[in-house]
């Protein structure tokens, strides 16, 4: 009775701090430089298939034009911004699925994995990040919570 009389004060109190933390959860990776990532955007020719406000889609007729920021309720992480570049068939939305964006379910953009540096993806996820409303987990760890 007396260890339960303990344990329940102190698991409800364990659930209260676990709900205050303000920052974002997830990974981090370091900071990327927004130029940099803007210019290797342009370089992997990411604008033969989306556009973003700044760049303009560079596609011929038969592309498939795919819009990249603004208010997008799908893209809603860092994390998942960081896996739409690295996995596109991972997610996508529903809006693309009747389009050449896809086939059989399967993103047809170009997989980047063999050749993008993790520089040249952390520069251009620092890009994409201006462009999205994104929370941004810190990098900043402060030891386990549990």
């Not at 007396?2 to 209260?16: E, N």
Request: hydrophobic share 40%; charged share 20%; proline share 5%.
């Amino acid at each position: 009775m007396k260890k339960s009389m303990v344990l329940f004060p102190l698991s409800l109190a364990l659930l209260v701090l676990w709900g205050c933390e303000p920052n974002a959860r997830g990974f981090a990776l370091p900071e990327g430089d927004v130029e940099r990532g803007k210019a290797t955007f342009q370089q992997l020719g990411c604008t033969q298939c989306h556009s973003i406000s700044d760049i303009a889609w560079q596609g011929s007729g038969d592309d498939v034009e795919v819009p990249l920021g603004g208010v997008v309720p799908g893209l809603k992480t860092y994390g998942e911004l960081v896996t739409s570049v690295i996995n596109p068939s991972h997610r996508i939305a529903r809006a693309y699925l009747g389009e050449d964006v896809a086939v059989d379910g399967e993103s047809t953009m170009r997989r980047y994995n063999e050749f993008m540096t993790v520089q040249q993806l952390v520069d251009i996820v620092s890009y994409l990040q201006t462009e999205y409303d994104i929370v941004v987990p810190s990098n900043h760890y402060v030891g386990k919570r549990w």
